[in-house]
């Protein structure tokens, strides 16, 4: 049975440093993971999805990796802002579109 | 990218009500799914709402508790039966498939459920 793990379960940061959140999984054939990011009562929206092929995206200050083999995935976060602050989730997918999500990093960011 | 929208946001309900959560996307979808996010835990698949027929439900999740509907491939409906206070979650609608990029899933702002 795959299981989603995520470390730190908390996180709190000086503004303007760089951070990197980990994620791990226990079973390595994924079709992709994926990372999102939660707001308090807010729903998840979509950060990075990277495809069992692929070994890393980028969207602007975000980098996600992907180490199938090993079973482990990090979101960096280069320069962090206040706004960062959230709960970010990271999810694999194992069939279609049945995604197990990970337990989660609350992050904060100090202005 | 979809435009998913969850009705009721959020809701207080009294133990042994039944609650139905709709959820309306801005395209046709060839998936959509509900899940559930107990406080303070990560989000839980509850099923997945197949159009024309029967759900298909995760372990730990039956028809009984959680029917759900799903008449057209831009709507489905999930229905929290005979509610306890272990209900009290957020309850997300999720969507996937044809017409959008690299499998990625779109979710819905949730719906908050209190049970009283």
């Known amino acids: 049975k795959q299981e989603v793990t995520q470390i730190p379960a908390a996180l709190s940061v000086p503004e303007g440093e760089n951070l990197v959140l980990n994620c791990s999984f226990t079973?390595?054939?994924?079709?992709?993971l994926q990372w999102f990011r939660q707001d308090p009562g807010k729903g998840l929206t979509s950060l990075l999805l990277?495809?069992?092929?692929?070994r890393e995206q980028t969207s602007g200050r975000l980098n996600a990796s992907l180490d199938k083999s090993s079973g482990r995935s990090t979101l960096y976060i280069a320069a962090s802002q206040p706004g960062d602050s959230a709960t970010y989730l990271c999810?694999?997918?194992?069939?279609?579109?049945?995604?197990?999500f990970g337990t989660g990093t609350r992050l904060k960011v100090l202005a | 990218s979809a435009v998913i929208s969850q009705k009721p946001s959020r809701d207080i309900c009294q133990r042994g009500t039944s609650l139905t959560i709709q959820c309306q996307v801005d395209?046709?979808?060839?998936?959509m799914f509900w899940y559930r996010q107990q406080p303070g835990q990560s989000l839980t698949l509850i099923a997945t709402?197949?159009?024309?027929?029967?759900?298909?439900?995760e372990s730990g999740f039956v028809i009984d508790k959680f029917p759900i509907s799903r008449p057209n491939l831009t709507f489905s409906t999930l229905t929290v039966s005979n509610m306890s206070p272990e209900d009290s979650s957020i309850y997300l609608c999720?969507?996937?498939?044809?017409?959008?990029?690299?499998?990625?899933?779109?979710f819905g702002e949730g719906s908050w459920l209190t049970v009283v």
């Open positions: 990277i495809q069992s092929s692929q």
């Open positions: 999810a694999v997918q194992e069939k279609t579109y049945k995604y197990i």
């Open positions: 079973d390595s054939a994924i079709y992709n």
């Open positions: 999720s969507v996937g498939g044809t017409g959008f990029s690299g499998n990625t899933i779109y």
């Open positions: 395209s046709q979808v060839t998936m």
């Open positions: 709402a197949n159009q024309g027929s029967e759900a298909t439900y």
